[in-house]
């Protein structure tokens, strides 16, 4: 049996597109209930941390270093260093336990 892939792209853009277009539709007044404000609030910053995290231990040669540099760049930005300094020391602690350790 040939499957035919143009019907798997209609499928897939009509789905895509009825994810983007009923809230719209079915939600026409303000949302006024704060717990669900909230959540659609926070929904981008979890969507995002979920798609980088499992980057962040899959991107390394050694799940040592992943962790460490995962750690070492919580901890900095805890303290509030600014994203650069966090991307920037957390690689080149990845980089020296690549290097050197394992």
């Known amino acids: 049996m040939q499957r035919n892939i ?9 789905v895509t597109y009825l994810i983007r277009v009923l809230p719209l539709t079915l939600i ?9 404000r909230s ?6 910053y979890v969507t995002l ?11 390394t040669n050694s799940p040592v270093s992943a962790w ?15 994203l650069f300094q966090v991307a920037v020391v957390a690689c080149a602690l990845v980089f020296i336990i690549e290097c050197f350790v394992v």
């Open 6 to 14: 143009y019907i798997y792209i209609l499928i897939m853009a009509g």
């Open 28 to 36: 026409r007044q303000e949302i006024k209930n704060q717990f669900i």
């Open 39 to 44: 959540f659609l609030y926070y929904v981008p």
């Open 49 to 59: 941390s979920v798609m980088t995290f499992p980057a962040i231990l899959n991107a």
């Open 68 to 82: 460490a540099g995962f750690l070492l760049a919580l901890i900095l930005a805890w303290c509030r260093q600014s």
